[in-house]
């Protein structure tokens, strides 16, 4: 049976490989992204069957058709279980993969030390591959397995958990050979008993089974930390960060100890973005052993990852959007607001919408967050969510609606005065839809 097992596998990743090769194509679960001659996979989850979209697939001329249901149609393969085809096959693609693995995880900065990380590899020439986008879930993680290239030395993966016992399942699906916790905070702390829980639950991305070396930055509790990991996962505590100096137009350098050790290190970027340079740098120097690396933070990490800019028109005025709207927690919103504060751009506007899955901490967040806006005397500031608007009375300094469709009129109103707007907060928000109704 396992022979059989390898021997169809092994025939489906031919075909697919002949096809992606032939048309440059990806695999895709969702046919709302399928290009033509893409390969379709049709998941059955507890909301839908994919399969029952097959016929949007053939519509838009896709090579290859997976699903569960019996059709006679030319490129259709018929699988009892998608689920479980899907879940083989990346098995059997990983088992095929010859490089190393690296798993990133984290409460905030994931992607962006993804991206880094890619970026640093693939400039000193290392072939490398790394997951899509922010898709750091189960499904998300299944997807960047079946589009990942095989001839690489190394594979970036970023996972990502909201719940318990997710973290063990993204594991032993893609069971890396080193994995790095960029840092553990408050997010999503409302689905754990509490924060240990949250942090143990953190730890499992080291339980991979062909774990070489784990690495993790935190500094709040490091002895129940050290309780709870192995010889092979070091902490990386960082002292005396000196802040950076240009040493060019573009390059930066940063002075740092680390273990009474000093070091000197060149960046793309300062101020904000030290730690980032400095632990992929410290990661990366116990991953490669000949370790002559250049520059450990590059500009597309911040460029490629979440964040975006984008122009858009308001009635006759261009105005720049500073999206970060996919997602927001109390570290990352109050470091979001520093930065854009620190921008040189002048009329600008924050809009902040309210941070989900924070248990009996939420009032205390977004209170906090509320104190700092006022702290730095910020003006021009909207407040989205239920979270922000029960605080409401006591803030009359600040615009406070209970969703975002008010804000787009507010927009209107106030264009004279606004040249650049920030945008960040949960996504059940919806604040993507503001930049979508200028945005075209």
Do not use: W
């Not at 018929?78 to 059997?92: G, L, M, P, R, S």
């Not at 989900?356 to 104190?371: A, D, N, P, R």
């Not at 407040?383 to 409401?392: A, Q, S, V």
Request: aromatic letters at 12%; glycine letters at 4%; hydrophobic letters at 35%.
């Amino acid at each position: 049976m396992i022979e059989q097992f390898h021997q169809i596998m092994q025939k489906i990743y031919k075909l697919i490989s002949t096809l992606k090769l032939k048309y440059n194509c990806n695999i895709v679960f969702d046919t709302r992204l399928l290009r033509e001659n893409d390969i379709f996979i049709g998941l059955k989850t507890k909301n839908k069957n994919g399969s029952l979209y097959y016929k949007d697939a053939i519509k838009k001329k896709a090579s290859l058709i997976i699903i569960d249901l019996k059709i006679n149609q030319p490129n259709l393969i018929y699988i009892k279980n998608t689920q479980i085809f899907v879940k083989n096959f990346c098995e059997f693609i990983l088992d095929s993969y010859k490089g190393k693995i690296i798993a990133i995880t984290g409460s905030v900065g994931k992607t962006t030390y993804k991206e880094n990380i890619y970026h640093i590899l693939k400039n000193n020439s290392f072939k490398t591959y790394r997951s899509f986008k922010n898709y750091n879930n189960i499904q998300g993680l299944q997807f960047s397995i079946m589009n990942m290239n095989i001839q690489t030395d190394y594979s970036v993966f970023e996972l990502g958990i909201n719940n318990s016992n997710e973290m063990g399942k993204l594991v032993k699906t893609l069971k890396p050979h080193y994995s790095l916790v960029t840092c553990i905070e408050d997010t999503h702390i409302g689905n754990f008993k509490n924060f240990r829980h949250l942090i143990d639950n953190k730890l499992k991305i080291f339980n991979s089974n062909r774990l070489i070396a784990g690495f993790i930055n935190y500094n709040y509790d490091p002895n129940y930390i050290k309780n709870r990991i192995s010889s092979k996962i070091q902490l990386l505590n960082v002292e005396n960060i000196k802040k950076s100096s240009l040493k060019s137009k573009k390059i930066y350098t940063i002075d740092f100890t680390k273990s009474h050790k000093k070091y000197k290190i060149q960046s793309s970027r300062g101020n904000f973005y030290e730690n980032i340079a400095i632990i992929s740098f410290l990661f990366l120097a116990k991953i490669i052993k000949k370790f002559k690396l250049n520059n450990f933070f590059y500009e597309e990490s911040v460029i490629e990852s979440r964040g975006r800019k984008v122009s858009a028109l308001i009635g006759k005025k261009k105005v720049n959007f500073y999206d970060h709207s996919y997602n927001a927690c109390p570290y990352s919103l109050n470091k979001q607001i520093l930065i854009f504060n620190e921008r040189k751009i002048n009329q600008k506007v924050y809009i902040l919408g309210s941070m989900k899955e924070l248990g009996k901490k939420s009032k205390y967040y977004h209170m906090k967050i509320i104190q700092l806006v006022s702290d730095l005397s910020l003006k021009n500031i909207i407040f989205i969510g239920d979270e922000f608007y029960k605080l409401k009375i006591r803030n009359t300094n600040y615009k406070f609606y209970k969703n975002y469709k008010p804000v787009v009129k507010h927009l209107n109103k106030q264009i004279n005065s606004i040249k650049n707007i920030f945008v960040m907060g949960s996504r059940s928000n919806q604040l993507d839809r503001v930049i979508k109704k200028y945005v075209r």
